[in-house]
Nanobody
Framework: QVQLVESGGGLVQPGGSLRLSCAAS????????MRWYRQAPGKQRDLVAS???????NYADSVKGRFTISRDNAKNTVYLQMNSLKPEDTAVYYC?????????????WGQGTQVTVSS
């Protein structure tokens, strides 16, 4: 079993920055894809950013140039640096990983962390 613990959300003014973290623990052999999604009230959950095990990244158009995804493989942790935040970035942010444990490779979700951008 794999557990994901997210941290770093909160309230920030427009133009501010936040850094989200998501640490995976458990009987992990390896982690492949690591992603961040977000879900605003009344809307679907959308992909924000992804990073492969090799470090290739991809971003939603709405966050390109403002957000940066990174990972620390030694710590099984993925980060999302969010700069120049806008009110429309307000959402619950979820991390998602595909982890290989003994005998299986499965997707796992974090519990979500609230990000609110407001003056």
């Amino acid at each position: 079993q794999v557990q994901l613990v997210e941290s770093g959300g909160g309230l920030v003014q427009p133009g501010g920055s936040l850094r989200l973290s998501c640490a995976a623990s458990g009987s992990i052999f390896s982690i492949n894809a690591m992603r961040w999604y977000r879900q605003a009230p009344g809307k679907q959950r959308d992909l924000v950013a992804s990073i492969t095990s090799g470090g290739d990244t991809n971003y939603a158009d709405s966050v390109k140039g403002r957000f940066t995804i990174s990972r620390d493989n030694a710590k099984n942790t993925v980060y999302l640096q969010m700069n120049s935040l806008k009110p429309e970035d307000t959402a619950v942010y979820y991390c998602y990983v595909v982890a290989r444990t003994r005998g299986s490779q499965l997707p796992y979700w974090g519990q979500g962390t609230q990000v609110t951008v407001s003056s």
